[in-house]
């Protein structure tokens, strides 16, 4: 039994140390910092979508789906955020957009 122990004992010995010699690893690549947030993000992260409660279903070519998705990715906004941002930004910078919408609502009959 004491050879048992024994050999045990010297198993042990051995995993602790290794007869191999040890490897010198490459150094790791240290992450690069990360650039400057963009103004642009920091607008879309603090956009307020909360209240909005309509629904809407938008179709994208492959190309600018996968773009959003990566954008996703990057950034951890919602792609919901940012079409909401977008359309906003589109209304506010062509207000002749909503004349048009507003002309047809009035001349629309019920």
């Known amino acids: 039994m ?3 122990k024994t050999l045990a004992d010297q198993l042990r ?3 602790a140390k290794p007869d191999t010699p040890q490897r ?9 910092k990360p650039s400057e947030i963009p103004q642009i993000i920091e607008l879309l992260r603090g956009f307020d979508i909360n209240g909005n409660k309509s ?3 938008a179709r994208f070519d492959r190309q600018t789906a ?6 996703k990715m990057a950034t951890g906004i919602e792609v919901t955020r940012l079409m909401c941002y977008a359309v ?5 910078k062509h ?3 909503k004349t048009i919408i507003k002309d047809h609502l009035e001349k629309l009959e019920l």
Do not use: C, G, S, W
């Open 88 to 92: 906003k930004q589109l209304f506010d």
């Open 55 to 57: 629904l809407v279903h």
């Open 13 to 15: 010995n051995r995993m």
């Open 66 to 71: 996968q773009m959003l998705h990566h954008f």
């Open 24 to 32: 010198t690893t490459a150094p790791k690549k240290k992450a690069a």
């Open 2 to 4: 004491n050879e048992i």
């Open 95 to 97: 207000p002749e957009i």
